[in-house]
């Protein structure tokens, strides 16, 4: 998981190189924060010491990556890139990753 979220990082550095120059300060800087915190919450929670802190940067990580999602949705929308098959895949695909991890790091702590 923690890879992939790197490959989709880079993904959408290559999506936001595509947006006019007015949003450098806007969409494109908020759309790579975003990308950027997953990886970043998934390595930061599993260097914690603490299984309940693990989940709540993995909780983070996903709220991240919600906010990204609408972003991507508004690139499209604003017709700047096509993002649907990004969000079909990748944006899913990282969804249930760390829904998965998230539910066996719950189960781990009610033993």
């Not at 923690?2 to 595509?18: G, R």
């Not at 759309?31 to 260097?47: D, F, K, L, M, Q």
Request: no cysteine; aromatic share 8%.
């Amino acid at each position: 998981m923690y890879k992939f979220s790197l490959d989709f990082v880079d993904k959408i550095y290559e999506i936001t190189k595509q947006l006019p120059a007015d949003e450098k300060l806007g969409l494109f800087s908020q759309t790579r924060r975003a990308a950027v915190s997953i990886p970043s919450n998934i390595a930061e929670g599993a260097g914690r010491n603490s299984t309940k802190e693990f989940i709540r940067f993995l909780d983070i990580a996903n709220a991240s990556l919600s906010e990204l999602e609408t972003q991507l949705n508004i690139i499209s929308r604003l017709g700047f890139a096509e993002t649907k098959d990004l969000i079909a895949n990748d944006v899913t695909s990282i969804r249930k990753m760390l829904y998965k991890l998230r539910q066996a790091l719950m189960k781990k702590l009610e033993k």
